[in-house]
C-alpha cells in the first residue's frame, strides 16, 4: 500500500511558478513509476509528466521546456516544478504512483493550480 499526499497547490499569476510536493509512504518507493496528472473543470483527466522508475521523464507537449518532473527516492517525494504558467494550466493537479509491475496504481487527494490575473 502506498499513500500520497500532494501539496504546493495555490493561485498564481500568468508567468509565474509553482512546485509541486507528492510525499509518499508505504511500500519501497523507488520500486514506482510516478506521474503527475491535472483534471480541469469539464475535461477529463490528462497525463502532464511521468518519471519512470529508473529516471527517464516524459511530459504532454503542452508542458514540454515550462514544466519539470524529479523525484527524490530517498524522501519518498516527487516533484513537480511548473514555470511560465499559463491560465489553461488551471486545473486539481494529481500524484500517481504506479508499481513497476504494472499491478498496482495508487493517487493522491489533488492539489488545486489556478493561474489567474
Known amino acids: 500500500q502506498v499513500q500520497l499526499v500532494e501539496s504546493g497547490g495555490g493561485l498564481v499569476q500568468p508567468g509565474g511558478s509553482l512546485r509541486l510536493s507528492c510525499a509518499g509512504s508505504g511500500n519501497i518507493f523507488s520500486a514506482y513509476h510516478m506521474a503527475w496528472y491535472r483534471q480541469a473543470p469539464g475535461k477529463e483527466r490528462e497525463l502532464v509528466a511521468r518519471?519512470?522508475?529508473?529516471?527517464?521523464?516524459i511530459y504532454v507537449e503542452s508542458v514540454k521546456g515550462r514544466f519539470t518532473i524529479s523525484r527524490d527516492n530517498a524522501k519518498n517525494t516527487v516533484y513537480l516544478q511548473m514555470n511560465s504558467l499559463r491560465p489553461e494550466d488551471t486545473a486539481v493537479y494529481y500524484c500517481?504512483?504506479?508499481?513497476?509491475?504494472?499491478?498496482?496504481?495508487?493517487w493522491g487527494q489533488g492539489t488545486q493550480v489556478t493561474v489567474s490575473s
Open positions: 518519471i519512470f522508475s529508473g529516471g527517464r521523464t
Open positions: 500517481n504512483a504506479q508499481h513497476r509491475s504494472l499491478r498496482y496504481d495508487y
